[in-house]
């Protein structure tokens, strides 16, 4: 009797363990945030990086307006019917609500943040419609007190394998004698109901033509499971990128499910050691003066490039949103970037009172934290960004000081600052006063 109850109690844990993670995958319509990954469908498509429409991805590039809801459309080809669909979304200086052939998917009070939306089940053969229905009179208002320039959203419509890379990251340490140990990981991800297994190529090459390494990782992932493959190259620290000496190498990744390739990348990855002291960036063990130039984020490639011709080698983009084009041409650059997450209170005022500065409500917490961890996760691959801040001029209090504490989980070697909160101590830049 004893053992038929324990093994009761055994068969009810699993079954509650696979309902939980069937609900999960169900219900996780928005996705995790991470830098922009486009999927190609062959290794030539993939060297080219091209915006433009293919076999994976659609760019909506035309938007029809009436009233506060934005439309486009995307196709659905009959290839996709075994794969997941998922929008990115970024850009929308609105908080807005997201429709599928007029079927809610998700909505984001943050619009000038890249979200991702999983519709492959909203998404039918053919023709489909997609709509923003943006939050006119958005409360968002009291934290977004900055100008955020004109421009239409950035979506792509993108289709990965249901065995995916959901992530793909780098970081170099510097040894002795001239040489970087570089660390490569691949987020892998499963959508499926079943057990799936999957390999990963890898090859790093210098200058497009000099094999550097090469190898593969095979991974088997448990239903909805996750895991991270991770694998290294050893070279020299003359590839290190460094302001005003950009260096990148290619790193070529393919998906390979039951035998068959189904998804290829190619990144130029730009490796440099960041390590902030005692007020002082280190840029590759060498001291660094950095000086802040101020610019909008809504700036262009060409702003940015007449302040670089005028010398500016340092940028700290205000709050709001800096568009991927951008941060890529400081990459190729060498120029330094701060980002700042979309927060700006100041209309506010200066006081922690109840009915005052909304940085002390608890009940903005959770905006305020999630703002600030998903500007790090999208923009962790640019080498360029040396530095996170986390508002401007918005007081202090405790929303601002649990989201400098989630800052720090996430946000690596790179130092978070916030130079209008008092010199209290959730700011990086005062620990040389402490």
């Not at 990459?331 to 500065?357: C, E, H, K, W």
């Amino acid at each position: 009797m004893r053992i038929f109850c324990r093994d009761i109690t055994i068969l009810l844990t699993l079954l509650l363990t696979t309902m939980s993670a069937v609900a999960q995958g169900r219900n996780r319509v928005l996705d995790e945030p991470r830098t922009r990954l486009i999927p190609y469908h062959t290794e030539v498509a993939a060297a080219e990086h091209s915006l433009e429409k293919q076999r994976y991805m659609q760019p909506i590039e035309e938007w029809s307006v009436e009233g506060n809801t934005l439309a486009g459309e995307y196709t659905f080809p009959f290839s996709w019917l075994e794969r997941q669909v998922f929008v990115r979304i970024e850009g929308v200086k609105s908080g807005y609500e997201l429709y599928v052939n007029g079927k809610h998917a998700g909505g984001s009070t943050n619009g000038y943040a890249a979200s991702e939306y999983n519709i492959t089940k909203l998404s039918r053969e053919d023709k489909n419609s997609l709509e923003l229905r943006l939050n006119g009179g958005d409360r968002m208002a009291a934290i977004e007190c900055f100008e955020s320039g004109e421009s239409k959203p950035v979506a792509y419509i993108i289709s990965q394998p249901r065995v995916r890379m959901r992530d793909v990251a780098w970081r170099a340490n510097m040894g002795f004698g001239g040489v970087v140990n570089a660390d490569f990981s691949v987020v892998m991800q499963n959508e499926t109901l079943g057990e799936k297994s999957s390999r990963i190529d890898y090859e790093i090459f210098i200058n497009d033509t000099l094999r550097l390494t090469g190898g593969h990782r095979d991974v088997t992932l448990g239903m909805y499971g996750v895991d991270t493959m991770r694998f290294g190259a050893t070279l020299s620290d003359t590839l290190l990128w460094r302001g005003g000496e950009p260096q990148s190498i290619i790193l070529r990744l393919k998906n390979r499910i039951a035998g068959r390739d189904v998804e290829f990348y190619q990144f130029d990855v730009a490796l440099r050691e960041l390590e902030y002291d005692d007020g002082t960036f280190y840029i590759n063990g060498t001291p660094e003066e950095i000086a802040w130039y101020e610019m909008a984020p809504y700036c262009g490639v060409e702003e940015l490039a007449e302040a670089y011709m005028s010398g500016v080698r340092a940028v700290r983009f205000t709050a709001g949103w800096v568009c991927e084009e951008v941060l890529d041409y400081c990459d190729t650059q060498g120029i330094y970037v701060a980002i700042t997450a979309p927060i700006n209170s100041s209309l506010s005022g200066m006081s922690r009172r109840r009915g005052g500065n909304p940085s002390n409500m608890p009940s903005w917490r959770g905006e305020y934290i999630a703002r600030v961890v998903n500007m790090i996760h999208t923009t962790k691959r640019h080498p360029s960004v040396v530095a996170y801040f986390l508002a401007d001029d918005s007081a202090n209090g405790v929303c601002l000081y649990e989201s400098y504490l989630a800052a720090k989980r996430v946000a690596g070697e790179r130092p978070v600052f916030y130079f209008d909160g008092g010199a209290e101590w959730n700011s990086d830049h005062t620990l040389k006063s402490l």
